[in-house]
């Protein structure tokens, strides 16, 4: 209805005093985690379990003329404003969690209801790429997990001065707004699916690597949103080369909350992990960049999923255990980006991290062994060899491979077939062939999570030739360019490498003009 409001008559932001709910989920790890334990059948029957229990709630809040906003993880938001013709926001609100109390007492999904009054600003922001996201944001949003902390269980708690009203209020007119108009605000692929009846989000326990980013010193209504709007595009132009995308963006206690879930439709990648990890590196420099402070969580593990609501409004839940390892990854960070093992294991030998240190976390009986990421890796490997033999069925391409090597002034060999059927098998034995030949092995790889990175197979074969550490400089990549050469005239050309290697040209002289297609 706020998002209604404010596209029916232009605004960009909106002020407004209403009051906020928010209904927290009590134990949704250990909840996930048991009907996870009963395999696929689990995640229907949790899928089940939540519609069933959060229906009346979407229902109840809409009769007493409140709007769910949001749902981060297994928490939900709904407001209240203030208007003349009606009891104050903040007692409608207060009413309604009593009334939510009483209506969901003795079941087996426990929670707790806590309610805040204040100001509140109403931000559509622009991710840049066709898509907004609606952010409600102001000192009610960041009370609210405070006094959840306090609240307990199957119980409610209001903030300082606020009293229920005694008068059940009805839901308030609908605003009509044209649907091109909120389309923007739908979540990627949503309006796709929508084409088919009955469809929505899948019901299912999934493999993800959540990304949770804490932006610190940030309040999002300042300047009316602008300033944040802007750090999301730059944040979603950064990691959509690697195919993903902001998911969602929260305003709490902990500040603003940005989350991006690889593994989670429409962003699934070949490699999540190690995409995630990427993805964290890039923001990390953008924002050090910015100089602004942030702390980055990653965690990779099973997270279910579902849709929850009701006929009016219908929301995406993701919750479990990678979730809130995620959430206190990103607590503990400060300006840098913390991952949990299952990542680091994962994303293989593609990013070097700093020592492990352990971490206590909530629900979890151990401590969890935190790394820090340091960068992408550098270090090359050797080409692995097969052992001497026969390959069976490919006597013909092996003589034609050896044929090559010891023929041919210079070429390309080229292996094409289906998946399996031993490409990378009959390339370790030509790998094999050419050492014994005393020629010179140059391994180089493409990486999906470098689809948008030009050159970057060429970035080892440079590497290796110039005998460059992990740790090299640009301007020692331009001393160590100077000592290789031997014709030091191409010096000025040395232009052309950037898009390669980060050379310092400058320490090089005057680089000559470059042409060409």
Wanted: proline share 7%; aromatic share 4%; charged share 20%.
């Amino acid at each position: 209805a706020l998002l209604r409001a404010s596209s029916a008559r232009g605004a960009a932001v909106e002020i407004l005093h209403g009051a906020v709910l928010l209904l927290d989920i009590v134990d949704s790890t250990g909840l996930a985690n048991r009907y996870a334990a009963e395999g696929p059948e689990g995640a229907e029957r949790l899928g089940a379990a939540l519609a069933t229990h959060l229906r009346p709630v979407f229902d109840l809040v809409a009769a007493r003329g409140g709007d769910i906003v949001a749902m981060e993880g297994d928490s939900i938001t709904a407001v209240w404003r203030d208007t003349p013709e009606l009891p104050p926001a903040a007692g409608r609100a207060a009413a309604t969690a009593l009334a939510l109390r009483d209506l969901l007492e003795g079941k087996v999904i426990r929670q707790r209801i806590v309610v805040a009054a204040g100001a509140l600003h109403a931000l559509p922001l622009s991710l840049g790429n066709g898509r907004n996201l609606f952010l409600l944001a102001g000192p009610p949003l960041r009370a609210l997990g405070a006094l959840a902390a306090d609240c307990p269980p199957n119980q409610v708690l209001l903030a300082a001065g606020i009293e229920p009203s005694p008068e059940i209020i009805g839901p308030p007119a609908e605003i009509q707004c044209p649907d091109a108009m909120l389309a923007p605000y739908l979540p990627s692929g949503i309006s796709a699916r929508a084409v088919l009846a009955g469809s929505g989000w899948s019901t299912e326990f999934r493999i993800v690597t959540a990304i949770l980013l804490r932006l610190d010193g940030f309040l999002p209504e300042t300047d009316d949103g602008a300033p944040l709007s802007r750090v999301l595009q730059l944040i979603q132009g950064t990691i959509a080369g690697l195919g993903l995308g902001i998911f969602e963006v929260i305003e709490g206690d902990k500040g603003t909350i940005i989350g991006i879930f690889a593994g989670l439709p429409p962003f699934v990648l070949d490699q999540n992990a190690a995409g995630a990890l990427e993805a964290a590196r890039r923001i990390a420099v953008l924002l050090e960049a910015e100089s602004i402070p942030f702390g980055i969580g990653i965690a990779t593990g099973r997270a279910f999923t579902s849709e929850v609501g009701s006929d009016r409004r219908r929301l995406q839940i993701v919750l479990g255990p990678v979730m809130s390892l995620a959430a206190r990854l990103m607590q503990a960070s400060h300006s840098e980006v913390l991952a949990d093992p299952e990542t680091v294991v994962t994303a293989g030998a593609q990013f070097s991290f700093d020592e492990p240190f352990l971490l206590s976390t909530k629900g979890r009986a151990d401590p969890v062994p935190v790394r820090r990421l340091l960068g992408r890796s550098t270090a090359r490997t050797a080409a692995a060899l097969p052992e001497r033999g026969t390959l069976i069925g490919r006597s013909d391409e092996e003589a034609h491979l050896a044929a090559f090597l010891d023929h041919a002034p210079g070429g390309l060999a080229v292996i094409v077939g289906e998946a399996g059927v031993g490409k990378s098998r009959l390339l370790a034995q030509a790998l094999r062939l050419a050492q014994e030949g005393g020629r010179l092995i140059l391994p180089a790889a493409a990486q999906a999570i470098e689809q948008d990175t030009a050159y970057f197979a060429l970035r080892s074969i440079l590497t290796h030739l110039l005998g460059l550490t992990d740790q090299a400089t640009p301007a020692g990549i331009a001393l160590r360019l100077r000592e290789c050469l031997p014709d030091q005239s191409l010096l000025g050309r040395a232009e052309a490498l950037t898009d390669i290697l980060p050379i310092d040209v400058e320490a090089l002289g005057p680089q000559q003009p470059l042409s060409g297609a």
